[in-house]
């Protein structure tokens, strides 16, 4: 006999996040998940930000790699806390994991948690961390046509970075047309242009997260 | 390649349902997944076979229903899908937007093989689903 059932399938995943976001509002730190491509500069944006962040807030990084503790090495060099969090091959963070790396962050000493992704443009975008906002990471040099082939990167985002903008004139990427189509799938998401070098848009970057931080913790 | 995941979360999903009715098997489950999701059905497929080996869902076979994001016309007010990344309306040309759906992941069915002389009929099954928790 046939059932009607209507279930969630990630529900499982989705009460983890629920259970996450609930500790992070009981401690009054304010998340957020970073997302993108391999390659796409999330650890490069995260050592530019963070010390501008770091004046003020008192942050942590939770790093999400397959292998190696090569980025969560990037990050202690700036006396940020970081926890590495290894997934062994496993291609995308999941609320359990997050979980478990928490027993390692001291959340009530800690205003603002960053979750950097694995390093992929697909999987990640489906797991609901318990982030309050997410922020997705797109590289000049990926490719304008990006946010068409993913298009649940750039959906579901408070905010979308374009990284290594200083490459513009070695790539034939055209900005506005990634622009036009990331706002296909998501018309009020922040776009900034950045790049680690100049630097250019960090300063906007850390302004928009101090002021999201400050607006309390809606989603 | 989270495929094995949503495989893995089909069949525990299942697994709880089938045991909220004390079903000795589940047949078959339909599921609702959206393209955004980028599941390949194959690889599903595969997975699947793998993630209900030696569970109360070890010969349910899986059928998967495609959901695609729909966009409105700015116009003539039509919905419609969203193929190959073409905004442009069928019926009159303009351009879309408001896009919508896409994005589902959904078990929508279970069909369960019950314990001999277990007289409960998938009519009651199911009320007994809408009064649940």
């Known amino acids: 006999m046939e059932i009607a059932v209507l279930r969630n399938v990630f529900a499982k995943n989705e009460n983890a996040a629920r259970e996450n976001r609930r500790r992070f509002d ?29 004046k003020s807030l008192r942050v942590a ?14 990050i202690a060099k700036l006396n940020v806390p970081v926890v590495q969090l290894l997934t062994d091959g496993g291609c995308h963070l999941t609320a359990t994991l997050v979980q478990q790396g928490l027993t390692r962050v001291p959340l009530d000493a800690t205003d603002l948690l960053i979750v950097e992704n694995v390093g992929n ?15 997705s990471v797109l590289s000049v040099s990926e490719g304008a046509d990006k946010p068409s082939k993913y298009p649940l990167l750039f959906k579901d985002v408070a905010m979308v970075l374009l990284t290594k903008c200083d490459l513009l004139p ?27 070098r100049g630097p250019t848009g960090i300063d906007r970057l850390a302004a928009w997260i101090l002021g999201r931080r400050q607006g309390g913790n809606r989603r | ?32 997944v959206g393209v955004l999701r980028q ?25 998967v229903e495609k959901a695609y994001m729909q966009a ?30 896409g994005d589902e992941l ?4 279970l069909e369960l093989e019950l314990p001999d002389g277990d007289s409960r009929s998938a009519e009651r099954l199911c009320e007994e689903r809408e009064c649940g928790p």
């Open chain 2, 1 to 32: 390649m989270h495929e094995f995941s949503v495989a893995q979360s089909l069949v525990e999903a299942a697994a709880a349902e089938a045991a909220r009715h004390g079903a000795d098997r589940v047949l078959k489950m339909r599921c609702r």
């Open chain 1, 61 to 74: 990084v939770l790093e999400g790699d397959l292998a190696t503790t090569r980025d969560a090495e990037r």
């Open chain 1, 121 to 135: 443009p697909i999987c990640p975008a489906n797991y609901d961390l318990g982030e309050h906002a997410r922020i």
């Open chain 1, 170 to 196: 070695y790539t034939n990427f055209d900005i506005d047309q990634a622009e036009a189509d990331i706002r296909r799938v998501n018309p009020d998401c922040e776009i900034i242009r950045t790049d680690t």
């Open chain 2, 106 to 109: 959904e078990l929508l069915s």
């Open chain 1, 26 to 54: 009981e401690q009054g730190v304010t998340c957020l998940n970073l997302l993108g491509g391999a390659g796409s500069g999330k650890t490069s944006i995260l050592e530019a930000v963070l010390p501008l962040l770091s």
């Open chain 2, 72 to 101: 409105l016309c700015s116009k003539c007010d039509a919905r419609f899908p969203i193929h190959n990344w073409d905004w442009r309306c069928p019926t009159c040309g303009e351009d879309g937007g408001s896009p919508t759906g």
């Open chain 2, 39 to 63: 599941v390949d059905d194959w690889l599903l497929g595969e997975a699947f076979a793998i993630a209900r080996d030696g569970t109360i869902c070890a010969t349910c076979e899986l059928a």
